[in-house]
């Protein structure tokens, strides 16, 4: 199985300060297609998980564009340009690139 | 509207039975490879099983196969969780969530809460 490993586990914010989470995996994520299977998942308080990030650096619809991915092959950062309020919640990256599908311990991040 | 909405859950014993559904709407889910997650607060978020979008080929975690079973049901749009034999370790939420074209999920069920415990 691919392990996944975030860092850092905790991440306290100041709103309108910028904010990065990274993301290891054991094994390189990168397809022969030439595309890393890298999501990116916030599940805030009292919420289902909602899709952030596909594909390594794609936003999906609706989100801000304050936030931005990055990264190739086994790691990947995610970005708060200016952190606010409501993007508390704990951020999971997870790999797409075989079953068992794997996501990192989380990182809770916190004003 | 695209939405999944939960059915199911609840507290049963070591050994017991559940069966969690998922009611699809707003999409013609038959078009979609669907999957199950679970969260528990201590562990985060764990992919649990999967099945393709006409329900022949299913995949699991190695920690529920031969436990849980995944099945569908296209002709009313509902995704199923069988779970069987569960243990105090199976404890957690339960998420349907529904697979994009580039395996990542776009949407997702409100949650089911399974609790076993004796």
């Known amino acids: 199985d691919i392990v996944m490993t975030q860092s850092p586990l905790s991440l306290p914010v100041t709103p309108g300060e910028p904010a990065s989470i990274s993301c290891r995996s054991s094994q390189s994520l990168l397809h022969g297609n030439g595309y890393n299977y890298l999501d990116w998942y916030v599940q805030k308080p009292g919420q289902s998980p909602q899709l952030l990030i596909y594909l390594s650096s794609n936003r999906a619809p609706g989100v801000p564009d304050r936030f931005s991915a990055s990264g190739s092959g086994t790691d990947f950062t995610l970005k708060i340009s200016k952190v606010e309020a409501e993007d508390v919640g704990i951020y999971y990256c997870m790999q797409a690139l075989q079953l068992p599908l794997t996501f990192g311990g989380g990182t809770k991040v916190e004003i | 509207e695209v939405r999944l909405v939960q059915s199911g859950g609840g507290l049963v014993r070591p050994g017991g039975s559940l069966r969690l559904s998922c009611t699809a709407s707003?999409?013609?889910?038959?078009?979609?490879?669907m999957h199950w997650v679970r969260h528990t607060p201590g562990r985060g978020l764990m992919w649990v099983s999967r099945v393709s979008s006409d329900g022949t080929t299913t995949s699991y975690a190695d920690s529920v196969r031969g436990r849980f079973t995944i099945s569908r049901d296209n002709a009313k749009n509902t995704l199923f969780l069988q779970m069987d034999s569960l243990r105090v370790e199976d404890t957690a939420v339960y998420y349907c969530t529904r697979e994009n074209g580039d395996v990542d999920f776009d949407y997702w069920g409100q949650g089911s809460l399974v609790t076993v415990s004796s």
């Open positions: 707003g999409f013609t889910s038959g078009n979609f490879v």
